[in-house]
């Protein structure tokens, strides 16, 4: 070795001993060994050789997660190593000689090492020196050489999975979804039971796994006799009704079929898919019975085919209700309720505007993508109609929402009202001024209880006045009626007092002056409808749980003129019943609307129930019912100008859809009569 010294540095060179001139300087090179006899004991003549940086990993390349052995092999100079720096991609990673290291994801990672001692510093650069690759678990997949037929089946199964990027052999489960399963690659499975069964395989290697599941891929077939099934198109209508039936039977194993028809008015027939003509009204249960050589079988649709020739029906394949009902200048008649069969929303208001023969006329929907619906109607005195209930804003919350039409339905004007919570409107009435009062309800805030909700307008729907009127839990106007003095009372409910009761509110013209009385027991009690007497008093009709036999009950109360309870009346059977309307018939007696489950043909149907003024049922039966098999209600009822009863409301039991609106008209005795 040879080094150069200058002012008792040391500085390695690699030529001869001897002088060399830099720069005008003179250096003296010597040889090693020289150089150190002839300095030995000098204070300046210091080695100084920097460590060299030097590393392996016992991997390189592998699938993620790669745990790599990375070994410190760098040579120390003339000093030893004492700190070792290892950065992996582009994060420091440990400071020991040596370390493992686990890359979770794939990629390509440069390495390096930075050794340091006390002479100095080097490192070691390897460019994308490991190299991690993705993995991928197999994919799961097979077939069956037969997937259908008689049992037992045989059915042979043969695996077409791939590895993905495994090295090793897959493995095997089958569950063949009746309990039993297998670990053969190609399994052969025998069932033993007629259904059909749902066959999965799972496939595992060292890069995970998968299952391929294939519902009611075997379809083992029994020896069973037919399932009869059948349609019918149309299933109501006015009398003569003609009904194509149409058989929609399963065969079961059997190949030769025999056909028995039982329509349900005394007529029969043995075609495979008959057309019958009705000649009589009511609800008629249908039967099929299929025959074949390996059994029989009667399949029944009760009440499947109706027959009327009173009630007119509206609506389409969704749900349609009315919930108001006024009579038309031309001694037809208007419905308003809300329909999800046609509009351009959720739910739209429906109105519709039916001839004295009970035929629509038109129809009209209002409303937007949310849900829109109207609770009230009444005629204008300058003609047309006005629809008040609720509308859902872009936010969710519902708002009150008043829609005036011109006499063929068409929208003049609409207005919200509400705030930042859920309002909408129950009830309204035509003022003497021509204006309107709306009743209903509105929350403070979102999580608050419902207060009642008064807005007084003009007729152009500007707000004259409006007021909130309630106590600490909830209170709920269902009913409002303009009073012979002038102002206004309104029915409904309240749960401040505790449990639920009826209510009745009176204010005075400005919306200032005004009182409250509460009507019930100890159950949950609700008008839901209302009528000033003769005597300048009150009638409200609703649903109590507190009186009466069953689980609710129609409630029948009667006050004075202010509002002081004179008599009350539950009526009802075993189960439900509850009003939704009243009116006041010309011979001062009452007609209640509503609907029944204790009495009637279906789950609800609805009624028609006459008091006199003391409150005394005047038919012999009590509740006058109407419906068939499923769910009716009456949601409104009016005394017509010709003489007798028009009542309106939903039917499930007859009709396009779940539910569809309806009218119906009756004598002033409830029998029911056909239109003109």
Not at 613 to 623: D, H, K, R, S, T
């Amino acid at each position: 070795m040879v080094y150069v010294i200058r002012f008792g540095q040391t500085y390695p060179y690699t030529k001869d001993s001897g002088i060399m001139h830099f720069r005008g300087r003179f250096w003296a090179i010597v040889a090693g060994a020289t150089l150190c006899a002839l300095l030995a004991g000098c204070p300046l003549f210091v080695f100084k050789n920097p460590p060299t940086a030097r590393f392996t990993a016992d991997v390189t390349e592998g699938y993620a997660p790669l745990t790599v052995r990375f070994t410190d092999q760098s040579l120390n100079g003339t000093a030893p190593i004492t700190v070792w720096r290892w950065v992996v991609g582009i994060t420091e990673t440990s400071t020991d000689p040596s370390f493992d290291y686990t890359f979770p994801f794939p990629g390509t990672f440069s390495v390096t090492l930075t050794v340091t001692s006390a002479d100095g510093t080097d490192d070691e650069v390897k460019k994308d020196y490991i190299q991690v690759l993705a993995t991928a678990p197999p994919v799961a997949a097979f077939s069956a050489d037969v997937t259908s037929g008689f049992v037992p089946l045989t059915v042979n199964f043969t695996n077409e999975s791939t590895l993905g990027t495994g090295t090793e052999e897959l493995s095997w489960l089958w569950e063949f979804g009746d309990g039993t399963t297998s670990d053969e690659e190609h399994p052969v499975h025998a069932y033993q039971t007629g259904r059909k069964y749902t066959v999965s395989l799972t496939v595992t290697t060292e890069h995970g796994k998968a299952t391929e599941t294939k519902g009611n891929f075997i379809d083992a077939q029994p020896l069973t006799p037919p399932a009869p099934e059948f349609s019918a198109a149309p299933t109501s209508g006015h009398d003569p009704l003609t009904v194509q039936f149409t058989d929609q039977t399963e065969p079961g194993t059997g190949t030769e079929l025999a056909w028995s028809w039982d329509f349900g008015d005394g007529t029969t027939s043995t075609a495979q898919s008959p057309s019958h003509t009705y000649t009589k009204l009511g609800a008629f249960n249908v039967s099929l019975t299929a025959t074949s050589e390996h059994g029989a079988a009667t399949k029944t649709k009760p009440a499947l085919v109706s027959v009327w020739n009173t009630a007119r029906y509206f609506g389409g394949a969704a749900a349609d209700r009315a919930h108001a009902l006024v009579e038309a200048p031309d001694g037809g008649y208007v419905l308003a309720g809300e329909t999800q069969s046609s509009g351009a929303g959720q739910r739209d208001i429906y109105l519709v505007h039916a001839g004295p023969d009970g035929n629509m006329v038109w129809s009209r929907t209002f409303g937007g993508p949310r849900d829109d619906f109207a609770n009230a109607l009444a005629a204008m005195p300058g003609g047309g109609y006005v629809l008040a209930g609720g509308t859902t804003n872009e936010a969710g919350d519902t708002d009150v929402f008043l829609v005036r039409t011109d006499p063929a339905g068409n929208r003049l004007w609409d207005r919200t009202y509400g705030g930042e919570a859920n309002d909408y409107a129950a009830a309204l009435t035509v003022t003497r001024d021509g204006g309107l009062l709306i009743a209903g309800v509105t929350q403070p805030s979102a999580d608050a209880n419902f207060d009642v909700y008064l807005l007084r307008t003009d007729a152009e729907g500007d707000v004259v006045w409006s007021r909130v009127i309630g106590g600490p839990d909830l209170e709920q106007a269902n009913a409002v009626i303009e009073t012979a003095n002038g102002g206004f009372a309104i029915a409904g409910a309240t749960t401040s007092l505790g449990n639920r009761d009826a209510m009745l509110l009176w204010i005075d013209a400005f919306g200032i002056n005004s009182w409250a009385r509460t009507y019930g027991g100890a159950g949950s009690d609700t008008a839901r409808a209302l009528v000033q007497t003769d005597d300048a008093g009150f009638l409200l009709a609703g649903g109590t749980s507190s009186f009466g036999e069953g689980s609710m009950d129609v409630y029948l109360v009667r006050t004075d003129a202010a509002g002081n309870e004179v008599w009350s009346r539950a009526f009802g059977g075993v189960a439900e019943e509850r009003a939704n309307a009243i009116v006041a018939t010309a011979n001062g007696d009452y007609v209640l609307a509503g609907y029944t489950a204790s009495f009637g043909a279906g789950a609800y149907d609805a009624f028609l129930l006459k008091t006199d003024a003391a409150g005394e049922p005047l038919w012999e039966n009590v509740f006058l019912t109407y419906g068939g098999a499923a769910a009716d209600s009456a949601n409104a009822v009016i005394e017509t100008t010709a003489g007798g009863l028009a009542l309106a409301g939903e039917s499930a039991s007859v009709g396009a859809g779940g539910f569809d609106a309806y009218l119906l008209r009756t004598d002033a005795d409830g029998a029911v009569v056909q239109f003109p």
